[in-house]
């Protein structure tokens, strides 16, 4: 295992001392499980756009000629906007706050 230097503000440092010590771990061992986290993190996100990427160069979903998939994929859906759709997995109706 390799040493590493960081630098920290003063009052950071205490509270993430005080952190660690109130969970009964050091404040070593909670830097290597935040790193772990983020990296760990990252790869299920290029686990993911991967299998999206092979999900959309696979499909057989065809769309009207024109049709802008890029914006499609990004645009924004409210709750408002599902109240009242029809969703499969849910079995019935979309429950909206």
């Known amino acids: 295992m390799k040493n590493v230097t960081l630098a920290i503000d003063d009052a950071l440092l205490d509270q993430a001392r005080g952190l660690a010590e109130r969970r009964g771990t050091s404040l070593n061992a909670m830097i290597r499980s935040l790193l772990l986290h983020e990296v760990d993190r990252e790869a299920q996100i290029a686990l993911a756009r991967a299998g999206m990427r092979e999900l959309m160069e696979n499909s057989t979903l065809e769309f009207e000629p024109g049709t802008n998939i890029k914006e499609l994929s990004r645009r924004y859906v409210s709750d408002d906007e599902l109240h009242g ?13």
């Open 85 to 97: 759709h029809e969703h499969p997995g849910a079995g019935g109706r979309v429950q909206t706050r």
